[in-house]
Protein backbone atom coordinates (compact mmCIF):
# COMPACT_ATOMS: atom_id res chain seq x y z
CA UNK A 1 0.00 0.00 0.00
CA UNK A 2 1.31 3.43 -0.78
CA UNK A 3 0.73 6.54 1.37
CA UNK A 4 -2.24 8.75 1.89
CA UNK A 5 -1.59 12.19 2.43
CA UNK A 6 -3.91 13.91 5.24
CA UNK A 7 -4.04 17.46 5.61
CA UNK A 8 -5.64 19.13 8.39
CA UNK A 9 -6.45 22.68 8.61
CA UNK A 10 -8.21 24.77 11.84
CA UNK A 11 -10.82 26.87 10.46
CA UNK A 12 -10.39 30.41 9.98
CA UNK A 13 -10.99 33.20 13.40
CA UNK A 14 -14.70 33.87 14.22
CA UNK A 15 -15.99 36.88 16.54
CA UNK A 16 -16.37 34.13 19.41
CA UNK A 17 -12.30 33.42 18.65
CA UNK A 18 -11.49 36.88 18.79
CA UNK A 19 -13.57 37.70 21.67
CA UNK A 20 -12.43 34.48 23.63
CA UNK A 21 -16.00 33.24 24.07
CA UNK A 22 -16.02 29.16 23.90
CA UNK A 23 -18.14 27.94 20.47
CA UNK A 24 -18.33 23.98 20.57
CA UNK A 25 -21.13 22.35 18.36
CA UNK A 26 -23.97 24.11 19.23
CA UNK A 27 -22.47 27.40 18.09
CA UNK A 28 -22.93 27.75 13.74
CA UNK A 29 -20.30 30.97 13.84
CA UNK A 30 -19.30 32.60 10.51
CA UNK A 31 -15.72 33.14 9.98
CA UNK A 32 -14.80 37.34 10.34
CA UNK A 33 -12.65 39.22 8.32
CA UNK A 34 -9.77 37.93 9.76
CA UNK A 35 -10.67 34.23 9.46
CA UNK A 36 -11.67 34.89 5.65
CA UNK A 37 -7.74 36.41 5.71
CA UNK A 38 -6.76 33.09 6.79
CA UNK A 39 -8.50 30.67 4.89
CA UNK A 40 -6.86 32.40 1.88
CA UNK A 41 -3.68 32.26 3.49
CA UNK A 42 -4.22 28.20 3.99
CA UNK A 43 -5.18 28.01 0.06
CA UNK A 44 -2.34 29.62 -0.82
CA UNK A 45 0.45 27.73 0.88
CA UNK A 46 -1.18 24.71 -0.15
CA UNK A 47 -1.52 25.11 -3.50
CA UNK A 48 0.97 23.21 -5.00
CA UNK A 49 -0.49 20.22 -3.34
CA UNK A 50 -2.78 18.20 -5.73
CA UNK A 51 -5.77 17.50 -3.39
CA UNK A 52 -8.51 14.98 -4.45
CA UNK A 53 -10.81 15.57 -1.74
CA UNK A 54 -11.81 18.27 0.42
CA UNK A 55 -13.98 17.95 3.75
CA UNK A 56 -15.19 19.71 6.52
CA UNK A 57 -18.07 19.81 9.29
CA UNK A 58 -20.86 21.13 9.26
CA UNK A 59 -20.49 24.19 10.81
CA UNK A 60 -19.97 27.26 8.78
CA UNK A 61 -16.84 28.13 9.94
CA UNK A 62 -15.16 24.87 9.09
CA UNK A 63 -17.30 24.70 5.60
CA UNK A 64 -16.45 28.62 4.72
CA UNK A 65 -12.72 27.97 5.83
CA UNK A 66 -12.70 24.74 3.59
CA UNK A 67 -14.85 26.61 0.41
CA UNK A 68 -12.74 29.10 -0.09
CA UNK A 69 -9.53 26.63 0.04
CA UNK A 70 -11.45 24.26 -2.32
CA UNK A 71 -12.50 26.95 -4.80
CA UNK A 72 -8.25 27.40 -5.50
CA UNK A 73 -8.83 23.66 -6.53
CA UNK A 74 -11.55 23.35 -8.66
CA UNK A 75 -13.50 21.11 -5.94
CA UNK A 76 -16.58 21.30 -4.27
CA UNK A 77 -16.32 20.88 -0.22
CA UNK A 78 -17.62 17.45 1.02
CA UNK A 79 -19.31 18.38 4.98
CA UNK A 80 -19.91 15.89 7.14
CA UNK A 81 -22.02 16.25 10.71
CA UNK A 82 -19.49 13.65 12.10
CA UNK A 83 -16.68 15.83 11.67
CA UNK A 84 -18.63 18.68 14.09
CA UNK A 85 -16.69 19.99 16.70
CA UNK A 86 -17.84 19.10 20.77
CA UNK A 87 -20.47 20.03 21.95
CA UNK A 88 -19.64 21.33 25.25
CA UNK A 89 -22.89 21.78 26.73
CA UNK A 90 -23.64 24.44 29.14
CA UNK A 91 -20.02 26.17 28.52
CA UNK A 92 -20.96 27.18 25.27
CA UNK A 93 -21.01 30.96 23.94
CA UNK A 94 -19.37 32.02 27.32
CA UNK A 95 -16.64 33.93 27.97
CA UNK A 96 -13.85 31.42 28.96
CA UNK A 97 -12.99 34.47 31.35
CA UNK A 98 -16.01 33.38 33.47
CA UNK A 99 -16.03 29.82 33.38
CA UNK A 100 -11.91 29.23 33.63
CA UNK A 101 -12.83 27.19 36.93
CA UNK A 102 -15.26 24.43 35.22
CA UNK A 103 -13.27 24.31 31.95
CA UNK A 104 -10.13 23.55 34.10
CA UNK A 105 -11.97 20.46 36.23
CA UNK A 106 -13.19 19.26 33.18
CA UNK A 107 -9.59 19.51 31.73
CA UNK A 108 -7.98 18.21 34.90
CA UNK A 109 -10.66 15.31 34.60
CA UNK A 110 -9.65 14.27 31.12
CA UNK A 111 -5.61 14.28 32.06
CA UNK A 112 -6.70 11.57 34.54
CA UNK A 113 -8.08 9.64 32.23
CA UNK A 114 -11.54 10.47 32.57
CA UNK A 115 -12.58 10.43 29.10
CA UNK A 116 -15.85 9.41 29.05
CA UNK A 117 -16.31 12.98 31.30
CA UNK A 118 -18.66 15.48 29.59
CA UNK A 119 -19.88 18.95 31.05
CA UNK A 120 -23.42 19.18 31.67
CA UNK A 121 -25.45 18.51 28.00
CA UNK A 122 -22.47 17.98 26.50
CA UNK A 123 -19.80 14.96 24.72
CA UNK A 124 -17.08 13.40 26.19
CA UNK A 125 -13.88 12.94 24.45
CA UNK A 126 -14.56 9.16 23.94
CA UNK A 127 -18.08 9.82 22.09
CA UNK A 128 -16.89 12.50 20.11
CA UNK A 129 -13.84 10.13 19.11
CA UNK A 130 -16.39 7.37 18.03
CA UNK A 131 -18.16 9.70 15.54
CA UNK A 132 -15.62 11.59 13.70
CA UNK A 133 -12.90 8.85 14.11
CA UNK A 134 -14.93 6.26 12.61
CA UNK A 135 -15.96 8.82 9.34
CA UNK A 136 -12.35 9.84 8.79
CA UNK A 137 -11.46 6.48 8.58
CA UNK A 138 -14.12 5.21 6.53
CA UNK A 139 -13.12 8.47 4.10
CA UNK A 140 -9.50 7.16 4.17
CA UNK A 141 -10.13 4.00 3.30
CA UNK A 142 -12.53 4.93 0.30
CA UNK A 143 -9.67 7.09 -0.97
CA UNK A 144 -6.18 5.46 -0.74
CA UNK A 145 -3.01 7.02 -2.20
CA UNK A 146 -4.18 10.04 -2.27
CA UNK A 147 -4.07 13.87 -1.20
CA UNK A 148 -7.12 14.88 1.39
CA UNK A 149 -7.59 17.89 3.28
CA UNK A 150 -9.94 17.93 6.46
CA UNK A 151 -10.58 21.75 7.80
CA UNK A 152 -11.92 20.90 11.44
CA UNK A 153 -12.25 22.53 15.02
CA UNK A 154 -9.48 22.99 18.01
CA UNK A 155 -11.16 20.44 20.33
CA UNK A 156 -11.60 17.48 17.61
CA UNK A 157 -8.17 18.10 16.03
CA UNK A 158 -6.75 17.28 19.25
CA UNK A 159 -8.97 14.06 20.06
CA UNK A 160 -8.39 13.06 16.52
CA UNK A 161 -4.39 13.74 16.55
CA UNK A 162 -3.94 12.43 20.35
CA UNK A 163 -5.53 8.99 19.16
CA UNK A 164 -3.53 8.57 15.77
CA UNK A 165 -0.43 9.71 17.24
CA UNK A 166 -0.51 7.38 20.47
CA UNK A 167 -0.72 10.08 22.88
CA UNK A 168 -4.12 8.78 24.28
CA UNK A 169 -6.83 10.71 24.98
CA UNK A 170 -5.82 11.66 28.50
CA UNK A 171 -2.91 13.48 26.26
CA UNK A 172 -4.63 15.42 24.01
CA UNK A 173 -3.94 18.43 25.65
CA UNK A 174 -0.41 17.60 23.96
CA UNK A 175 -1.46 18.98 20.42
CA UNK A 176 -1.30 22.80 19.62
CA UNK A 177 -4.04 24.27 18.04
CA UNK A 178 -5.08 27.63 16.46
CA UNK A 179 -6.92 29.24 13.90
CA UNK A 180 -5.72 28.33 10.62
CA UNK A 181 -2.89 26.48 11.55
CA UNK A 182 -2.15 23.19 9.27
CA UNK A 183 -1.52 19.71 9.91
CA UNK A 184 0.56 17.05 7.55
CA UNK A 185 0.00 13.27 8.54
CA UNK A 186 0.89 10.28 6.89
CA UNK A 187 -0.81 6.88 6.99
CA UNK A 188 0.85 3.62 5.16
CA UNK A 189 -1.38 1.69 5.89
CA UNK A 190 -0.54 1.59 9.38
CA UNK A 191 0.96 3.97 11.18
CA UNK A 192 0.10 7.66 11.36
CA UNK A 193 3.39 9.38 10.36
CA UNK A 194 3.44 13.19 11.07
CA UNK A 195 5.16 15.96 8.85
CA UNK A 196 4.42 18.91 10.63
CA UNK A 197 1.79 19.85 13.34
CA UNK A 198 0.21 23.60 13.92
CA UNK A 199 2.33 24.81 11.33
CA UNK A 200 1.17 28.41 11.44
CA UNK A 201 4.00 30.65 8.97
CA UNK A 202 1.86 31.18 6.36
CA UNK A 203 -0.38 33.00 8.29
CA UNK A 204 1.82 35.92 9.09
CA UNK A 205 0.54 37.78 6.10
CA UNK A 206 -3.04 38.30 8.03
CA UNK A 207 -1.69 40.06 10.81
CA UNK A 208 0.55 42.55 8.68
Known sequence: MGLTNIYLAR??????NRCNQIQGRGIDASLNETGQRQAKAIASHLQDVEFHRVFSSSLKRSRETAEIVADRFGLQVESHTDLDEMNFGILEGRPIAEIEHDLEVLHQQWKSGKIDHASENGESPSSVLERANGKVESIIEEH???NLL????????????SHWLQYGLAGMHRVPHSNGALYHIRWDGKVFDPVYLNKTEHLEITTS
Not at 11 to 16: I, K, L, R, S, V
Not at 150 to 161: A, N, Q, S
Open 144 to 146: PNT
Open 150 to 161: FVLHGRLLRILL
Open 11 to 16: HGETEY
